[in-house]
């Protein structure tokens, strides 16, 4: 039987696999070969590429990283916007790293974002404005009184003014009581009145009147007459 031989890793290798099963969990890289910086840093997701590049102190991994954050870009921004922006660098003729054209375009979003959400804000306190507006025009109107008026009650006619609650209403209500209509109408209930006192002093009952009797009590002897 013929022994397949399998190639024994070496130690850079077994180095590199450790670092990439823990990739999380590094910083800072020093000094670590680029070669090797390029085997690790593919394995890195878009947070623990960022962490690597602003721990790394003294050193540019753009070398190794650029193309991985062209990556990241296309994916997050896609694949249109990456071709603008690659455009708009050859027609001005200038070169940016991709680590900072993403910050770039994040901030713009955010920025975005907040004239939004201050537009929207704006437009609901505009709203809410215009319906406290409407609310207090609302109020502001006094609706009428369900209660019938009568013209002829108590004391004399008229309304009870303790009921409006406009200025307005109230002068209406005086204006009314000040009406000829009005003053006719409690002109007639007076005298009426005094009529009825007026009568009822006058009429008393039959036999009353002192030193006379009745009919009924003595009545008239007829005479004899004489031939």
Not at 39 to 58: A, F, N
Not at 74 to 93: A, H, N, P, W, Y
Not at 116 to 122: H, N, T, W
Not at 151 to 179: E, H, I, R, V, W
Request: net charge positive; aromatic share 6%.
């Amino acid at each position: 039987m013929l022994r397949t031989k399998r190639k024994v890793p070496s130690l850079v290798d077994l180095c590199v696999s450790l670092a990439v099963e823990n990739v999380k969990y590094l910083g800072d890289v020093g000094e670590t070969d680029l070669h090797l910086l390029d085997r690790i840093l593919p394995h890195c997701t878009l947070d623990q590429l960022m962490h690597i590049e602003k721990s790394t102190v003294g050193r540019d991994l753009s070398s190794v990283t650029d193309k991985l954050w062209k990556t990241f870009y296309e994916k997050q921004f896609g694949e249109r916007s990456t071709d603008l922006v690659i455009q708009r660098m050859r027609q001005k003729k200038v070169s940016f790293r991709w680590l900072q054209l993403y910050e770039a375009k994040l901030k713009d979003i955010a920025e975005a974002e907040n004239k939004l959400a201050a537009r929207i804000r704006q437009l609901y306190k505009k709203e809410d404005d215009r319906k406290q507006s409407r609310q207090v025009r609302l109020c502001s109107k006094v609706p009428p009184s369900s209660n019938k008026r009568s013209f002829c009650g108590g004391s004399g006619p008229g309304y009870n003014l303790s009921n409006g609650k406009s200025n307005l209403m109230k002068k209406a209500k005086m204006d009314f009581l000040k009406s000829r209509e009005v003053q006719n109408i409690a002109a007639m209930k007076k005298n009426a009145l005094q009529r009825n006192s007026s009568s009822s002093s006058m009429m008393k009952p039959p036999g009353s009147f002192p030193g006379k009797s009745s009919a009924s009590s003595n009545p008239m002897k007829p005479r004899e007459r004489r031939f």
